[in-house]
């Protein structure tokens, strides 16, 4: 098994978001990024059990600058074999996911995974854009993947319960939560990581399709209404009177 | 321009939140002097309500079915192609998710997801939308010419128009398939879909217990809203995964979200803070979630639900 995980970094699920620049780009001042969750606790997990299971070989790949270098050097450190960094700073999704198709499309990989999103942008666009580029079948919000021979079993959220499919090889399938089980990368893992591949490729220079004008905070809440525990007859009123939503 | 809206159906029907999509493309279509078409597939048996919303056309390819994106994503194409589509809208939701950034990287069309807007018309086309888990909002320029919209379920209101939409059979090529289905599993519970729930009950760990929950699927059933949880509860099995709403669970956005016995860590809120409304009751009058919210009970669950149960069960009662 050939696996690539397509691999993303994104700020610390408790930063405070904040923008510069007159709210034209993201303050990326005192945060904390991570391996996006999706990436790292699901697709790259369960790449990873596969190759224990059937043998092969994982490579990460992340389309940015030399700052994604940490967070490549964490995958590694949780047990991908190497890593490819497409050097590039990314504007639109469509940039990111060509950059990978193009690097993915002669290399013969069987499994191309990502995150169901970024919990940055949360487009979800990445894992079908790549699909699309790459003409593979594609195979979102996996919870659960085994392969067998050119198939892979996918269990799949949809709405109101969830599908068991059966998908032929090579595809690319976006995970979502349950597929596997977060790693903690150990101490031989973070050593190992020092020197194991980092190729660096130059960017395929893709159309952007989007871009991002500003950014907005959302409007600070009004200060709480608070009602008498002894009087909850008040609360329902008010929702029934005052905010018209029951 | 001309409009382009995708419909997803299940079980014989389109889900509620292609409503509101059919009437944000119509509204776009009539603003710029365009058409509005609608495709959606499989058996729909409410098609005809579906058709009050605005759109002029339906394209129904009745014999298609939704496992696999690819083949879908090939319906949105030729559907585009044959509409002379400018614009192409579908729902935040599962399918949309999915078969949209597959029919924008094939067409080249620039995408926004999780819009929660209209786009600005006049000069460049400017969508709001969500990012940062709900913390923040940005606004995204498309460049191409053809553009690809998700609209995040309760954004806009729906509105029904005097004419209906012709309907017409559609049936293009859409190749072999590459994803076969095995089995489907259909959750329990009374089919309220939290994701398009105007009205939402949560609870957290304040509950103490699993066997706890009943209070609040008794004040859920009283108002006609979606049960949802937090994390730290889904975590430990007391509620299924599908209800835990957060960062890394589901985000919604109901009218109104009331949220039992959990503290609003900045992880559960990102998922909950596009409500319009949010109620906290919590036995810490430090609990963050408080800063909020709208209205707020500090108070014990276990006393404070039951009478809230009463409570809405009086209001109902007095108006029906």
């Given at each position: 098994?050939?696996?690539?995980?397509?691999?993303?970094?994104?700020?610390?699920?408790?930063?405070?978001?904040?923008?510069?620049?007159?709210?034209?780009?993201?303050?990326?001042?005192?945060?904390?990024?991570?391996?996006?969750?999706?990436?790292?606790?699901?697709?790259?997990?369960?790449?990873?059990?596969?190759?224990e299971?059937?043998?092969?070989?994982?490579?990460?790949?992340?389309v940015?600058?030399?700052?994604?270098?940490?967070?490549?050097?964490?995958?590694?450190?949780?047990?991908?074999?190497?890593?490819?960094?497409?050097?590039?700073?990314?504007?639109?999704?469509?940039?990111?996911?060509?950059?990978?198709?193009?690097?993915?499309?002669?290399?013969?990989?069987?499994?191309?995974?990502?995150?169901?999103?970024?919990?940055?942008?949360?487009?979800?666009?990445?894992?079908?854009?790549?699909?699309?580029?790459?003409?593979?079948?594609?195979?979102?919000?996996?919870?659960?993947?085994?392969?067998?021979?050119?198939?892979?079993?996918?269990?799949?959220?949809?709405?109101?319960?969830?599908?068991?499919?059966?998908?032929?090889?090579?595809?690319?399938?976006?995970?979502?939560?349950?597929?596997?089980?977060?790693?903690i990368?150990?101490?031989?893992?973070?050593?190992?990581?020092?020197?194991?591949?980092?190729?660096?490729?130059?960017?395929?220079?893709?159309?952007?399709?989007?871009?991002?004008?500003?950014?907005?905070?959302?409007?600070?809440?009004?200060?709480?209404?608070?009602?008498?525990?002894?009087?909850?007859?008040?609360l329902?009123?008010?929702?029934?009177?005052?905010?018209?939503?029951? | 321009?001309?409009?382009?809206?995708?419909?997803?159906?299940?079980?014989?029907?389109?889900?509620?939140?292609?409503?509101?999509?059919?009437?944000?493309?119509?509204?776009?279509?009539?603003?710029?002097?365009?058409?509005?078409?609608?495709?959606?597939?499989?058996?729909?048996?409410?098609?005809?309500?579906?058709?009050?919303?605005?759109?002029?056309?339906?394209?129904?390819?009745?014999?298609?079915?939704?496992?696999?994106?690819?083949?879908?994503?090939?319906l949105?194409?030729?559907?585009?192609?044959?509409?002379?589509?400018?614009?192409?809208?579908?729902?935040?939701?599962?399918?949309?998710?999915?078969?949209?950034?597959?029919?924008?990287?094939?067409?080249?069309?620039?995408?926004?997801?999780?819009?929660i807007?209209y786009?600005?018309?006049?000069?460049?086309?400017?969508?709001k939308?969500?990012?940062?888990?709900?913390?923040?909002?940005?606004?995204?320029?498309i460049?191409?010419?053809k553009?690809?919209?998700?609209?995040?379920?309760?954004?806009?209101?729906?509105?029904?128009?005097?004419?209906?939409?012709?309907?017409?059979?559609?049936?293009?090529?859409?190749?072999?398939?590459?994803?076969?289905?095995?089995?489907?599993?259909?959750?329990?519970?009374?089919?309220?879909?939290?994701?398009?729930?105007?009205?939402?009950?949560?609870?957290?760990?304040?509950?103490?217990?699993?066997?706890?929950?009943?209070?609040?699927?008794?004040?859920?059933?009283?108002?006609?809203?979606?049960?949802?949880?937090?994390?730290?509860?889904?975590?430990?099995?007391?509620?299924?995964?599908?209800?835990?709403?957060?960062?890394?669970?589901?985000?919604?956005?109901?009218?109104?979200?009331?949220?039992?016995?959990?503290?609003?860590?900045?992880?559960?809120?990102?998922?909950?803070?596009?409500?319009?409304?949010?109620v906290?009751?919590?036995?810490?009058?430090?609990?963050?979630?408080?800063?909020?919210?709208?209205?707020?009970?500090?108070?014990?669950?276990?006393?404070?639900?039951?009478?809230?149960?009463?409570?809405?069960?009086?209001?109902?009662?007095?108006?029906?």
């Open positions: 098994m050939n696996i690539l995980v397509c691999i993303s970094k994104a700020p610390d699920t408790t930063s405070k978001i904040t923008f510069k620049e007159s709210n034209t780009s993201f303050n990326e001042d005192g945060v904390q990024f991570i391996v996006n969750p999706y990436d790292e606790w699901y697709a790259l997990v369960r790449a990873l059990e596969l190759k299971t059937q043998g092969g070989k994982v490579t990460i790949i992340s940015g600058g030399a700052d994604y270098e940490p967070i490549m050097r964490k995958a590694l450190a949780i047990g991908a074999d190497e890593a490819v960094r497409v050097d590039a700073q990314p504007l639109d999704a469509f940039q990111v996911a060509s950059e990978i198709a193009a690097y993915a499309a002669d290399k013969g990989f069987d499994l191309v995974m990502a995150g169901k999103e970024t919990i940055d942008y949360n487009g979800a666009q990445v894992g079908g854009m790549v699909a699309a580029l790459m003409h593979l079948p594609y195979v979102s919000n996996a919870t659960k993947m085994d392969v067998a021979g050119s198939e892979a079993t996918v269990e799949r959220d949809k709405q109101g319960g969830t599908e068991v499919l059966s998908v032929s090889l090579p595809a690319v399938i976006s995970a979502a939560k349950g597929m596997a089980e977060q790693r990368p150990n101490m031989r893992g973070i050593m190992a990581a020092r020197s194991k591949p980092l190729q660096v490729i130059p960017s395929s220079a893709p159309a952007q399709l989007t871009e991002t004008v500003r950014y907005e905070l959302p409007p600070e809440k009004g200060s709480v209404k608070l009602i008498d525990p002894e009087n909850v007859n008040e329902v009123n008010l929702l029934h009177n005052e905010a018209k939503v029951i | 321009m001309n409009v382009l809206v995708f419909a997803d159906s299940d079980n014989g029907k389109v889900a509620k939140a292609a409503y509101e999509a059919a009437s944000y493309g119509a509204n776009i279509a009539t603003k710029s002097g365009g058409k509005a078409t609608l495709v959606t597939y499989g058996q729909v048996d409410n098609l005809n309500e579906l058709a009050q919303y605005g759109i002029s056309d339906i394209l129904h390819a009745e014999s298609v079915d939704h496992v696999d994106p690819m083949q879908l994503a090939a949105v194409d030729a559907a585009a192609q044959s509409t002379g589509a400018d614009l192409l809208i579908f729902s935040h939701d599962y399918t949309g998710k999915t078969i949209a950034p597959v029919v924008s990287a094939r067409m080249k069309a620039g995408m926004v997801t999780g819009a807007d786009p600005a018309l006049d000069g460049d086309f400017v969508v939308t969500n990012v940062f888990s709900g913390k923040a909002f940005a606004h995204v320029k460049n191409t010419d553009k690809v919209i998700t609209l995040l379920p309760n954004s806009v209101s729906k509105s029904k128009s005097e004419a209906n939409a012709n309907v017409t059979a559609f049936a293009p090529d859409l190749g072999n398939a590459s994803v076969s289905i095995k089995e489907t599993k259909i959750k329990g519970g009374d089919g309220i879909n939290l994701t398009e729930a105007e009205l939402v009950v949560s609870a957290g760990r304040g509950l103490k217990a699993p066997e706890n929950w009943g209070m609040i699927e008794d004040l859920a059933h009283e108002l006609g809203a979606a049960t949802a949880c937090s994390r730290p509860v889904a975590d430990v099995g007391w509620r299924p995964h599908h209800e835990h709403v957060g960062q890394t669970g589901i985000a919604i956005r109901p009218d109104l979200y009331i949220a039992v016995g959990i503290s609003g860590a900045i992880q559960h809120l990102a998922g909950v803070n596009g409500s319009k409304v949010i906290v009751i919590n036995t810490d009058p430090e609990a963050p979630f408080f800063k909020a919210a709208d209205y707020g009970i500090v108070g014990d669950a276990f006393d404070v639900v039951p009478k809230l149960v009463a409570a809405v069960k009086e209001l109902k009662a007095s108006q029906s």
